[in-house]
Each structure stands twice: as C-alpha cells, then as structure tokens.
C-alpha cells in the first residue's frame, strides 16, 4: 500500500486535530481541568498523558496506551431490539458498517502478550444518517478508579523506579490503601483468567450512558458484546515457546476459517445503581433484563500500520442521536486525554514522515 507522503499529511491532520482540540477544549471544561490564573496546579489532559509516557514509557507515533493493536473491518447486524431503549438509527433493523481495533493495555507495541492480562475492543459505527458511534470496552466490567485525579496518581504510583526499572511495591500499596475503590477490578483481575484469543473474550462498555427512545424517555445503559466463540484461559504466561505476537497471530489464522462474531448486549439500570462511578458493578440480575441488540461480525484484520483503524481515534463522547453521557466524570477525561495523545502521535507521525501505529 502507498503510504501518503508529509505535505499531504500536515493539512489533513491538521483539521482533525482542531476539531478533536475544540471538543477536548469544551470537555476539559466540563471535567474542571481548565486552570484559571493564580490557581493551584491543575490535572489537565496534558499532564494526564505526560503521567502516561513516564510510567509507560514513550513510542513515537503510537497511542499513549494501548499501543499494541490490530485494526478490524465488518459490520453490526441490528435485529431491531435496540430501539425500544434508544432512538439512535444504528438500533433499527439493518446492517451499519464498523471499524475496529483489538488491543491490549500499555505504552509499549513491542510488549510480549502474554504480560497483559486485559483484552480491549474499540468500534466505530458509521450509521446510515452519517453519524458516528464510538466506543471503547475492556474485558473487566469495571474500572480501576472512579475520577481523573485518582487516575493521576495511580500512573505517578506506576513509574519505574530508576534503580529496579519496575513500579516500587511500597507506592503500589499506598496508593491501593488512599483508593479502596480499586478493590473490585483487583479482585476480577485475580479471579478471572485473561482470555486465549481476543475473538472469545466478552467486552464492557463499563461506563453508563443515557438512551433516549423514540418517546423521549431516558434510561441509563452499560453496554458489553458477549462472544459467539467459548472464552478459553490463556496459558501463555507459562509457555517457554511462545509466541509474543500470538494475540494478532491467532485472530489472523481464525479469520482464515471465516468471520467471528458477538452480540451486543444492552443492560438498563435498576433503582439505586450507581450511574456516575465506574468502578461500581450493578447487581447480577440486571442480567436477566439485558437486551440482544444484534451481532457484531468482524471479517477481516489489518496491520494498525496503515489499516482502517490507524486514524481513528476512539472517542467515548462521539455519540448519535439517542446516546448520551452520563455525569461519570471519566468520560470527559478520557475524551479530553485521547484528544491529546491524538495530537502528539499525530504530529510526530507528520515530523518523521512515517506511519505508524
């Protein structure tokens, strides 16, 4: 494939990245990350990512986490049960195209898969009245913490130390004393193996959203996507002979064979879920009144070198009609810090007239 060459490069991300600026501008305002004169220093999406690249480490040109990805094509199959929660036309009965990255957390694309023991899955939506839907889920229901400024500090918890080059234990167990919420993700970590594939592994949307129906009635939504395939437990960690590219490897052999697929499952909440915290699971038999929307079907891989997805970045508060955020003050943050590792990759993509991911 040509690769586009940098004079072409400078204008057309350009306007991407000042249109993804004035969105991370309007939200950073919302979230409070606007420092006004005199104040005290201030969390800002910028400081968020520099929080990232010193305890990820930094890769010119790639995402700031997840930087270790495939890119994805297929389309989602709406069987038309979406629209008695939401009005937004990806839920009407048809088919809406979608791009999508499989990756896993951290700073490094080099890492080995096996040290990874969470599985994510990005998707955008191209819906048939031109708006976009994107998302971004991970294979743990719940998130580590519950605001920005927690997020902060546990990244300033995870820097290396100088002399070892690993996080130091005693700051680890600081921070998870000051954060108790961080309890519930630990446990699941712990507890539920990481996946084999990335193909047979479920995926939470884990923040809550509000869906509007056609009435102009509100509920609040999570959202996951539950695979066709039966999940299976990696045993790669203990494999001398692996494979450090096995995750993409695999999903490329699995493809051969034809496509895989999942149903995307919407899961309103019941009286007294917590609609604004993250890190709070709702109560198993919300379960029980999950709606099948329709079945994600992915088709084929691409290298996130020059692949559909290389470009996109996946904005949680890019959302039609019919979806809306809730006051979860983790949406905003991330939006406003994917803006800003956006931008930097972006920018030394143009600077060293290469493409990469």
Not at 194 to 217: L, T, W
Not at 220 to 228: A, E, K, L, N
Not at 238 to 263: E, I, K
Request: net charge neutral.
């Amino acid at each position: 494939m040509s690769r586009p060459q940098p004079s072409w490069l400078v204008p057309r991300y350009a306007l991407i990245v000042i249109v993804i600026a004035a969105i991370a501008g309007a939200f950073a305002w919302t979230a409070d990350w606007i420092q006004w004169p005199g104040s005290e220093p201030a969390l800002t999406p910028a400081r968020m990512i520099d929080a990232f690249e010193d305890s990820m480490g930094r890769h010119a040109g790639f995402r700031r986490n997840h930087a270790k990805g495939v890119c994805v094509r297929g389309y989602f199959d709406s069987n038309g049960n979406g629209a008695a929660l939401s009005r937004a036309s990806v839920f009407e009965r048809g088919r809406t195209p979608v791009i999508g990255r499989l990756s896993a957390p951290g700073g490094n694309p080099a890492q080995d898969d096996a040290n990874t023991s969470v599985r994510s899955f990005a998707l955008l939506f191209s819906l048939r009245n031109g708006e976009q839907w994107r998302t971004a889920m991970n294979s743990v229901p719940v998130f580590q913490v519950a605001t920005p400024q927690a997020l902060y500090e546990q990244l300033v918890a995870l820097r290396p130390d100088a002399r070892t080059g690993q996080p130091d234990p005693a700051k680890l167990s600081a921070f998870f004393s000051q954060h108790p919420e961080t309890t519930a993700f630990r446990e699941w970590i712990d507890t539920h193996p990481p996946s084999s594939a990335f193909y047979n592994a479920s995926y939470f949307g884990i923040d809550a959203f509000r869906f509007v129906d056609a009435n102009g009635n509100t509920r609040f939504v999570r959202w996951s996507v539950v695979p066709d395939t039966p999940y299976a437990a990696s045993n790669e960690r203990t494999n001398p002979a692996r494979d450090p590219d096995f995750l993409a490897h695999d999903l490329d052999l699995r493809l051969q064979a034809g496509p895989v697929s999942w149903h995307l499952m919407l899961t309103p909440a019941g009286r007294g879920d917590p609609v604004d915290d993250a890190t709070r699971a709702w109560p198993p038999e919300r379960e029980l009144h999950r709606v099948d929307a329709g079945t994600i079907v992915i088709e084929r891989a691409e290298s996130q070198i020059d692949g559909a997805c290389r470009d996109i970045n996946f904005d949680p508060l890019i959302l039609p009609d019919g979806i809306a955020p809730s006051d979860d003050p983790l949406l905003a943050a991330r939006s406003a810090a994917y803006a800003v590792s956006f931008e930097r990759r972006t920018r030394e993509e143009v600077g060293a007239g290469t493409r990469r991911r």
